[in-house]
């Protein structure tokens, strides 16, 4: 069976991401709509697809044709198009990060998509990537008890990842600019204000990837060890969890190496590396590599698909069998991204008040 | 020709005599000669003996950690002393930063893993790898600890951030792991695995990853070659070993009360 995608939102995530990655999975589904906020950029991507066009949500939850909502609008819009397209009676949905804002939102969503049977996914690739899989299963064969996990994280500028998917240039460039519009140049971090709210930001925003499966590793939040800003737009956090201590390393670079993105699990046998690609591309899964405390080293064969191929897959399995989402586990994962996220920057306006 | 005259009985020095030029000799006096000390306690005290028994340089083979009255006493035997540090050669960590050809650095991420017995020389070159990749001294800021595991968050120079993580192994046969990554437009990715027998050195830019040529001069040879060159040069040009050390030292102890005393700071 082909799913019919309407997808709400129209920039550089639908442009350089999903809909490349639906191009992949072209018998599986299919972008029947596309609504923008009244950017005009939707009409642009439509062209491409053959999709219908319109502006705002209503059209496209009102379309017979749309089955799953992908849901890639600004996070302040997430929590209630996500319940409204459950309300409309659509089979699924996809929402981009975050869920919601709050965690009376994300109970909101969770309460309405479990009333309505609606399959319900968030979009933290990492969690569907091969290596993370992998990287579990060893651990759980292992049965040795994670200690610490280090999640380090360097990313230069997007575009040269866009541009080996998508050659919508145009398209592009002003889904980039209208995304740039939004946020500050050069935050001034010696404000603790604006370096508490990056810090949350970032979390709510980057390092949310990873933390669906941290979760899976240290599921109890504890309290932070420390936090911080880093320049020119990053953070540093420590927290405990579980027992678990957690450090959370993330730099926005402006140019130069390519992506790392490395979650490294220490055990008290070993150290698990999991080191993730670049997002929007598709070389495969990450690696992962195993470090013995006897100093023996193995690494897994790569996955073929990467982490939104993956997602996408698993989100088709889902409507297979509707049956077996866990909302449960979805509003924990939610919650504890807000639990961290708030206690980072909590953490950072008490050091300033020191 | 004076020989060069080097004083030990530690098997991995006196296998790489033989590597050194053809007029070095084997001695039991310490004056006038190169003096090894195994680094096990008390070896500040045996140090400032050595000096004072004429040594004209000491090598102190992996140096474990010194008591604050040891600690103190560090500075100034007056003789040039080179220090053979399992985790952190002095080549290997010129060859990372001078691959990075003056790139800034955004943050330094060290991560440690050993037994018990390894933690605190472990760490200490942890953080010494933090203030080559940094560019100077670090400060402590906050420390988290399970016992099993420690998280702490240091600056270096201009607020730098650094973090660093330690974990006890407790499995027979489990050996120390250094891992240090400096972020950044240039990237350094350095892994020392004494037990897996590697250095690696890895350094990436927007051209890709180039790996640093492997560093096959034991480390015995190296610090031998040290200390005879700085009695060469006259005290023109002394090691600054002591110094870092110190100020490793310090910071790992800093670090190690904290998680001692069993409280977050």
Redesign the interface.
């Known amino acids: 069976m082909t799913y019919g995608v309407g997808i709400l939102g129209s920039g550089p995530g639908v442009v350089a991401l999903h809909l490349p990655t639906l191009g992949h999975l072209r018998n599986e589904f299919q972008v029947v709509h596309i609504a923008d906020g009244g950017s005009g950029r939707a009409r642009g991507l439509a062209a491409a697809t053959g999709a219908r066009v319109s502006i705002g949500e209503t059209e496209l939850l009102a379309d017979t044709d749309v089955d799953v909502v992908l849901v890639c609008s600004s996070p302040e819009h997430h929590s209630r198009q996500v319940r409204a397209a459950a309300a409309a009676g659509k089979r699924a949905v996809l929402c981009e990060k975050p869920l919601a804002l709050s965690p009376n939102e994300v109970r909101e969503v969770i309460d309405d998509c479990r009333a309505s049977g609606t399959v319900l996914m968030v979009g933290t690739n990492h969690y569907y990537d091969p290596a993370w899989r992998q990287a579990r299963k060893h651990l759980a064969e292992s049965a040795s008890g994670v200690?610490?996990v280090?999640v380090?994280v360097?990313v230069?500028p997007n575009h040269r990842y866009h541009e080996v998917v998508s050659q919508q240039a145009d398209l592009l460039a002003a889904a980039s600019a209208a995304a740039a519009a939004t946020r500050p140049p050069r935050p001034d971090l010696s404000d603790p204000a604006i370096a508490a709210h990056l810090v949350g930001l970032l979390l709510t925003g980057l390092a949310v990837h990873d933390l669906p499966a941290l979760r899976e590793i240290a599921p109890a939040f504890e309290r932070v060890?420390?936090a911080?800003a880093?320049?020119?737009v990053?953070y540093?956090v420590?927290y405990?969890a579980s027992?678990?201590?957690?450090?959370l390393?993330g730099?926005m670079?402006?140019?130069?190496?390519?992506v790392?993105w490395r979650m490294?699990l220490?055990t008290?046998?070993e150290?698990v590396e999991v080191e993730f690609p670049p997002a929007f591309v598709h070389p495969g899964g990450g690696r992962v590599r195993v470090?013995g405390?006897?100093?023996?080293?193995t690494e897994y064969t790569r996955g073929r698909e990467d982490g939104y191929l993956t997602e996408w897959m698993a989100l088709g399995d889902l409507l297979s069998h509707p049956t077996s989402v866990d909302y449960g586990a979805l509003e924990a994962d939610a919650i504890y991204v807000m639990l961290i996220a708030n206690g980072a920057a909590e953490f950072i306006l008490q050091e300033a008040r020191r | 020709m004076i020989p060069t005259r080097i004083v030990t009985d530690e098997p991995p020095y006196l296998a790489v005599l033989g590597e050194l030029q053809p007029d070095v000799v084997v001695s039991t006096r310490a004056e006038g000669s190169v003096v090894v000390l195994d680094g096990a306690d008390g070896w500040v005290t045996r140090m400032h003996a050595a000096a004072a028994s004429g040594a004209r340089a000491v090598v102190v083979f992996e140096p474990q950690g010194v008591g604050e009255p040891d600690h103190q006493a560090l500075g100034g035997p007056g003789i040039a002393v080179v220090l053979d540090r399992r985790w952190l050669r002095p080549d290997v960590a010129a060859d990372a930063s001078a691959a990075r050809a003056g790139?800034t650095v955004?943050?330094v991420?060290v991560?440690c893993?050993g037994l018990a017995a390894e933690n605190q020389a472990l760490v200490r070159d942890g953080v010494g790898w933090a203030r080559v990749l940094a560019g100077g001294r670090l400060r402590v800021?906050?420390?988290?600890?399970?016992g099993?595991?420690?998280?702490v968050?240091l600056e270096g120079p201009d607020a730098l951030?650094v973090?660093l993580?330690f974990?006890?192994?407790?499995?027979a046969?489990?050996?120390g792991?250094v891992?240090v990554?400096a972020?950044?437009?240039?990237?350094t990715e350095v892994t020392v695995?004494g037990?897996?027998?590697c250095t690696e050195i890895q350094t990436?830019?927007?051209g890709g990853?180039a790996t640093a040529a492997q560093r096959f001069e034991s480390a015995q040879r190296l610090a031998l070659r040290r200390a005879m060159a700085a009695i060469a040069s006259e005290g023109r040009s002394s090691p600054a070993d002591l110094a870092e050390y110190s100020a490793d030292a310090a910071v790992t102890a800093e670090i190690l009360s904290a998680v001692a005393r069993g409280r977050?700071r």
Do not use: C, N
């Open positions: 200690q610490a280090s380090t360097a230069p060890v420390y911080r880093l320049p020119p990053g540093a420590g405990l027992g678990v201590l957690v450090q390393t730099v670079v402006p140019g130069g190496a390519d790392l490294a220490t008290t046998d150290r470090r405390g006897d100093g023996l080293r | 790139d955004r943050a991420i991560e893993a800021t906050s420390v988290g600890s399970t099993a595991a420690t998280i968050l951030p973090t993580s974990s006890t192994l407790p499995s046969g489990a050996g792991l891992r990554s972020l950044g437009e240039t990237r695995d037990v897996a027998g990436a830019t927007r990853v977050d």
